[in-house]
């Protein structure tokens, strides 16, 4: 699960390189051992494409949870609105439910 310390971690370093960071609205959730309901995370992956000023999306982690989050994404919404994916590990079901429906 990512700690508070992650997240500090995390931003501080990529704000070294002179970007900016915004942190998902449900970042920090928890459920059972996932990073908090499905659609909150959606929700926020959404948001995040739809925002025209995030140039570029990090997760922070990976984990087989990205799978259950991909019936909730606006395909239509992601394909308006293309930018850089990245992350790890099972994060690929993301990349590749996004490549394939947009």
Do not use: C
């Amino acid at each position: 699960m990512v700690q508070v310390q992650d997240v500090v971690d995390a931003q501080n370093r990529i704000e070294s390189l002179g970007l900016k960071v915004r942190l998902g609205l449900h970042l920090l959730d928890r459920r059972g051992y996932f990073a908090g309901k499905d659609l909150d995370r959606a929700s926020d992956l959404n948001q995040q494409f739809s925002d025209k000023s995030i140039a570029g999306i990090i997760a922070l982690r990976g984990g087989w949870g990205s799978a259950r989050i991909l019936e909730y994404l606006d395909y239509d919404l992601i394909r308006d609105n293309p930018k850089i994916l990245l992350g790890f590990s099972d994060i690929t079901a993301l990349h590749l439910a996004i490549y394939s429906r947009t």
